[in-house]
C-alpha cells in the first residue's frame, strides 16, 4: 500500500477547466472520500490518477515517486467503475482472474488468489457464473474482486455504489469500509451522495467546480463547514440560511428584523471590524432548531408549512417572514399546514458566513 499527493494539479477540456489548483494528500491506508456533486471533477480526477487522462498542470506522486509520465499499467493502481465494466462472456472466476493472467502468473497460485479473495467478498459460491446472472451488488463484489487480486498500491474508486439501490448500497458501504480497514488499503473513493461520504471516509475531500473546498474529518466538514456550499451540500435537509446583519454589542439582525440573536460568546473574537460591516448569512442546522406547539419566552413565531414522516423523525418545513426553514422533531411531533409554532435556535450552533464571499466567519 502507498500514499499519494497531488500538487497543484490542473486538467482542462477544451473551454471546460475540469479541476484547478488541486492539492491533496491521502496517507497509507486512508480512506479518502472526494465528495461533490455531478460534474465537480471528480472523475478527472481519479483518471489523471490512473494515467487515463493527462493534467497539463501539476504533479502526482505514488509513494513519493512522480508519476505523471507513466503509462497506466506501470503506476500500480486499480480503478473500480460506475459501471462494474465486467466481461459479459467471461464467468466470474475469469473476471476475477484475468489481470492476474495479463500478469503470465502460474495458475495454481490464480486458483488459489481468485478463491481466497471470493471468499473475503462473499461471493465464493457465485465463481462459475456468468455477469448477466448476478445481481447489483453481486457485480459489484466482482469489480472489487477483480481490483482486489491485483494488490493495487491505491484503490480508485468512482462512485462504486452508485447503481445499487438504496438498501444494499447501505449495507456495502459498511462492508466495503470494513474490508479496507482489514486489508489496510489505501482508497481513494469518489461519490456524489453526502451520506455515504460521512459513514465511510477517513477524511472528506469536498470538491465543488474543480476546486477543493475543504479536506477534514467528516465530523468537522458537517459542524464547521468552511462556506455555504459544503454547509447546504452536506446534511440531510442541508443547513438553513437567513440574511442578517450585524448589531452592535454582539447581536445579529437576522431577517434583516424578523428576530435579534445573541453572538455567543466563545465565538465573538471572530467577528472583525470587516464582519461587522459587511451583509452576512446567519445558518443553523435542521437538528438544532427546537420547536413548540405553545407560545414560549424567547421563542420566535413562525408558521408551519410542510411535514415530512421520516420515520424515525418529522422534518418540518416552517415559513419565517419570507423564508421557509427545516426543522427536525421528534416523529410524535404533529402540526398541520398553516399553525403557529414557536421555534428556538440552539446559540452554541449558529453559523455565521460572509454573504458576498460565502465564507464561514463563525
Ligand atoms: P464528475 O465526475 O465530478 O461528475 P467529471 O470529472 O466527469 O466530473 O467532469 C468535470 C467537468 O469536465 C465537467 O464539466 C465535464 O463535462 C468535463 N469533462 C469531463 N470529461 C470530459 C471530456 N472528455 N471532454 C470534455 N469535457 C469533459
Ligand atoms: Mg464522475
Redesign the pocket.
Known sequence: MANLRLVNLG?R??D????KGLNLEIEDSELMVML????????????SVAGL?HPEEGEIFIDEVKVNELPPAERDVAFVFQNYSLYPRYRVFENMASPLRARGMPNDEIQRIVKQTAVVLHIDHLLDRRPINLSGGEMQRVAIGRALVRKPKIFLM??PLSNLDAKLREEMRTELKRLQKDIKATFFY?T?DQAEALSMADRIAV?CH?EIQQVDIPSEIYNHPRNMFIADFVGSPGMNFVDCLYEKKNMLNIGPNLFTLAIPESQRDKITEEATNSELVFGIRPEDISLSKEKRANYIEARMDVMESMGSINIVSLKLGGYVLKAKTDPDFEVRPGDALWADFDKEKIHIFDKTTQRAIV
Open positions: 486538467k477540456f477544451e471546460v477547466q475540469a479541476i461533490g456533486p455531478t460534474g465537480a471533477g471528480k472523475t478527472t480526477t481519479l483518471r487522462e468512482d462512485e469518489v456524489p470538491l474543480g
